[in-house]
């Protein structure tokens, strides 16, 4: 029976792919190919084929690495062929990034472990913020509908917006500090005509 509570045990891959092709599809017919910057949640970074891992035997290793076209001597051990298979992985796609080239979209993932660039994180902030002064609770069933009524009352387009320049303006400051970034500057210039952050 799935958990009414906690989204995660019943959100996956499939589930996300099938939500994403049809906001790519959405995005597409309204305005054109997009850039898509999403996080690197589990169920976002499916590759479209296995990917051999230490469980792996080595003769699977040796075919995915001829799969690939990817040269290494016959004397190789275990260990170093699934080396070579980690610095080559990234010859294999997401499922959500082959889905997005469909549409002529373009997917990026922000680095791990920068909240400071996920707009999902201050939204998240002022909803558990509401739950978190509106007293104790009896049960999770009044957490989940204390939860629903603030995105419903706090979250609104100037709020996601408001999150949005910050984020822009925090990528824009690692893109300065990092010649190796992978942002494009003249993309946020356009954005950000102001500093106001337009957040409770």
């Given at each position: 029976?799935?958990?009414?509570?906690?989204?995660?045990?019943?959100?996956?891959?499939?589930?996300?792919?099938?939500?994403?092709?049809?906001?790519?599809?959405?995005?597409?017919?309204?305005?054109?190919?997009?850039?898509?910057?999403?996080?690197?949640?589990?169920?976002?970074k499916r590759w479209v084929e296995n990917i051999p891992t230490s469980n792996?035997?080595?003769?699977?290793?040796?075919?995915?690495?001829?799969?690939?076209?990817?040269?290494?001597?016959?004397?190789?051990?275990?260990?170093?062929?699934?080396?070579?298979?980690?610095?080559?992985k990234e010859k294999v796609t997401f499922a959500c990034v082959k889905i997005?080239?469909?549409?002529?979209?373009?997917?990026?993932?922000?680095?791990?472990?920068?909240?400071?660039?996920?707009?999902?994180?201050?939204?998240?902030?002022?909803?558990?913020?509401?739950?978190?002064?509106?007293?104790?609770?009896?049960?999770?069933?009044?957490?989940?509908?204390?939860?629903?009524?603030?995105?419903?009352?706090?979250?609104?387009?100037?709020?996601?917006?408001?999150?949005?320049?910050?984020?822009?303006?925090?990528?824009?400051?690692?893109?300065?500090?990092?010649?190796?970034?992978?942002?494009?500057?003249?993309?946020?210039?356009?954005y950000d005509n102001s500093d106001e952050d337009c957040v409770i």
């Amino acid at each position: 029976m799935p958990n009414q509570v906690d989204y995660h045990g019943n959100f996956n891959a499939e589930i996300f792919e099938d939500l994403f092709s049809t906001l790519c599809k959405a995005l597409y017919e309204k305005y054109g190919p997009v850039n898509i910057h999403m996080d690197g949640a589990s169920y976002h970074k499916r590759w479209v084929e296995n990917i051999p891992t230490s469980n792996t035997k080595k003769q699977e290793i040796i075919d995915w690495l001829n799969a690939h076209n990817i040269v290494f001597s016959d004397e190789l051990r275990r260990p170093e062929l699934l080396e070579l298979v980690q610095m080559n992985k990234e010859k294999v796609t997401f499922a959500c990034v082959k889905i997005a080239k469909q549409y002529e979209h373009e997917v990026s993932f922000t680095p791990p472990y920068h909240c400071e660039l996920q707009l999902i994180e201050g939204i998240w902030s002022v909803v558990k913020g509401e739950v978190a002064h509106s007293g104790p609770h009896p049960n999770l069933l009044s957490v989940r509908n204390t939860l629903l009524n603030a995105f419903k009352k706090k979250i609104t387009s100037q709020v996601i917006i408001g999150f949005w320049r910050r984020a822009l303006k925090n990528a824009k400051e690692y893109l300065e500090f990092d010649d190796n970034a992978q942002l494009m500057d003249e993309d946020f210039d356009k954005y950000d005509n102001s500093d106001e952050d337009c957040v409770i």
